[in-house]
């Protein structure tokens, strides 16, 4: 379900609207997925322990 979801998420992509609105969007989401990766991996290294 996830799967399906980002894949219909970087569908609706249109790179000519993404080069109009510039770059902050996309290191937003960079910044938004490495912070939840990070929480993810903390919360499985506490749980393990």
Do not use: N
Request: hydrophobic share 60%.
């Amino acid at each position: 379900a996830v799967g399906t979801g980002l894949a219909g998420l970087g569908a609706g992509v249109r790179i000519d609207r993404l080069r109009r609105v510039g770059g902050r969007p996309l290191v937003l989401g960079l910044v938004s997925w490495v912070l939840v990766a990070a929480v993810s991996y903390v919360a499985v290294q506490v749980a393990v322990v």
